[in-house]
């Protein structure tokens, strides 16, 4: 089992950035691919980015490329969300998760553990 735990949220001025981590516990988080998912109040969880567990290939939203970067260090069982260029659209709250599957997916469903969430909050 993994347990996840985000950090990094917070308010910030529109076209600004931040940083987001997820750390996981136990000892096989280079098992998993990762992804991170945002949800609006109101709607569904929808897909922003996820990488692979071992060649580290990343995926994007179309609504985010060219904005944020997916990475992750396997050594600190870490997975990281830089976002940059920020809008207010952007305004929601932040997970990130870990599938055990075979290849990569941006299915929420299909991922097999979630963090608690953390809240972004951009300002126009």
């Known amino acids: 089992q993994v347990q996840l735990a985000e950090s990094g949220g917070g308010l910030v001025q529109a076209g600004g950035s931040l940083r987001l981590s997820c750390t996981a516990s136990?000892?096989?988080?280079?098992?998993?691919?990762m992804g991170w998912f945002r949800q609006h109040p109101g709607k569904e969880r929808e897909f922003v980015a996820a990488?692979?567990?071992?060649?580290?290939?990343?995926y994007y939203a179309d609504s985010v490329k060219g904005r944020f970067t997916i990475s992750r260090d396997n050594a600190k069982n870490t997975v990281y969300l830089q976002m940059n260029s920020l809008k207010p659209e952007d305004t929601a709250t932040y997970y990130c998760a870990a599938d055990a599957g075979v290849g990569v997916t941006t299915t929420p469903d299909r991922f097999d553990y979630w963090g608690q969430g953390t809240q972004v909050t951009v300002s126009s």
């Open positions: 136990g000892r096989t988080f280079s098992s998993y691919h």
């Open positions: 990488i692979s567990r071992r060649l580290y290939n990343t």
